[in-house]
């Protein structure tokens, strides 16, 4: 949308902002947000869309923190350098975006989505059952989430996460897959 990169501009006024992601519509319905933050537990690797799938008529216009972007963001320059960029070893696809936002908190910073810029999405996320588009993102999504849990959990809370948590994702993957 037109001055979305001014709007998000204006979020960096916050010297603890580090990253600014804009709210993704869906292309075939420009007024339905499809991708709008989520929120991570860290714990148990579960993550919840926040304002997915509402209108954007429905929000505050304010911007508001979130755990992760993903698609269209914003990130400061020296972060970026001093985080030394995406982490394409581990995650070449697929919790890439996840992880570099896991880092930013890390280092004390606030990652923000900016209702008020809004790009549009080709998306399918119409559905909370996931789509694995390609063979390849159902094979990452499991790898990545693995090794994502490993990277920002203790090693007695990663054990813990492969006994109770990782389970409850195969399962769940495996019935998507037979469900798609």
Same mark, same amino acid.
């Given at each position: 949308?037109k001055?979305?990169?001014? !709007?998000?501009?204006a979020?960096? =006024?916050? @010297?603890?902002?580090?990253i600014?992601?804009?709210m993704?519509c869906y292309?075939? !319905?420009?007024? !339905?947000?499809?991708?709008?933050?989520?929120?991570r537990?860290?714990? %148990? #690797?579960?993550?919840? *869309?926040? +304002?997915t799938?509402?209108?954007?008529?429905?929000?505050?216009?304010?911007p508001y923190?979130?755990?992760?972007?993903?698609?269209?963001?914003?990130?400061?320059? #020296? &972060?970026?350098l001093?985080?030394?960029?995406?982490?394409?070893?581990?995650?070449?696809?697929?919790?890439d =975006?996840?992880d570099?936002?896991? /880092?930013?908190?890390?280092? *004390?910073?606030?990652?923000?989505?900016?209702?008020?810029?809004?790009?549009?999405?080709? %998306?399918?996320?119409?559905?909370?059952?996931?789509?694995?588009? /390609?063979p390849? +993102?159902?094979?990452?999504? *499991? /790898? +990545? /989430? &693995? &090794?994502?849990q490993? @990277?920002?959990?203790?090693? =007695?809370?990663y054990e813990?996460?492969?006994?109770?948590?990782?389970?409850?994702?195969?399962?769940?993957?495996?019935l998507?897959?037979?469900?798609?």
């Amino acid at each position: 949308e037109k001055n979305a990169i001014n !709007k998000m501009l204006a979020c960096f =006024e916050d @010297k603890s902002v580090g990253i600014v992601g804009m709210m993704a519509c869906y292309h075939d !319905k420009p007024t !339905k947000i499809a991708d709008g933050g989520s929120h991570r537990s860290y714990f %148990s #690797g579960f993550t919840k *869309g926040i +304002n997915t799938n509402k209108y954007v008529s429905e929000i505050d216009t304010d911007p508001y923190e979130v755990c992760e972007v993903a698609n269209a963001f914003m990130i400061k320059l #020296g &972060l970026l350098l001093h985080l030394e960029g995406f982490d394409t070893y581990r995650f070449p696809t697929e919790l890439d =975006e996840a992880d570099l936002c896991a /880092r930013t908190h890390k280092l *004390g910073y606030k990652v923000l989505m900016c209702p008020m810029a809004v790009c549009y999405h080709h %998306s399918i996320t119409y559905s909370h059952i996931p789509d694995f588009r /390609r063979p390849k +993102n159902a094979y990452y999504m *499991g /790898r +990545n /989430r &693995l &090794l994502f849990q490993k @990277k920002h959990l203790s090693a =007695e809370w990663y054990e813990f996460y492969l006994i109770v948590f990782m389970p409850i994702f195969v399962i769940s993957y495996t019935l998507c897959l037979l469900y798609r």
